[in-house]
């Protein structure tokens, strides 16, 4: 079984800064993909940014330029810096992985709150 768990959410004002930590553990070989989503209310889950294990990260249009990931194989973390932050960047954060342990798994965690109020 393999748990994903986000923390480093809550509430910034207009242009403030975020760090975000992903966390995956339990029983599995290796992470393939790690990836951030974000879902505002009444609006559909998006990408925001991921990293594939051997591959160039990808960000969300509207991430680039304020937000970067990291990702810390060895502790199997994938962080998310979000500066810059706006009203809009308000919603819910998943961190999403996939990989392989006695079998493939493709896990999200519980979500952590991001607000920005201006």
């Known amino acids: 079984q393999v748990q994903v768990v986000e923390s480093g959410g809550g509430l910034v004002q207009l242009g403030g800064s975020l760090r975000l930590s992903c966390v995956v553990s339990?029983?599995?070989?290796?992470?393939?993909?790690m990836e951030w989503y974000r879902q505002a209310p009444g609006k559909a889950r998006e990408l925001v940014a991921g990293?594939?294990?051997?591959?160039?990260?990808t960000y969300g249009a509207f991430a680039q330029g304020r937000f970067s990931i990291t990702r810390d194989t060895y502790n199997n973390t994938l962080y998310l810096q979000m500066n810059n932050l706006r009203p809009e960047d308000t919603g819910v954060y998943y961190c999403?992985?996939?990989?392989?342990?006695?079998?493939?798994?493709?896990?999200w965690g519980q979500g952590t709150q991001v607000t920005v109020s201006s």
């Open positions: 999403h992985a996939n990989g392989w342990g006695p079998r493939y798994f493709d896990d």
């Open positions: 339990g029983n599995f070989f290796t992470i393939n993909t």
């Open positions: 990293s594939p294990r051997d591959g160039v990260s």
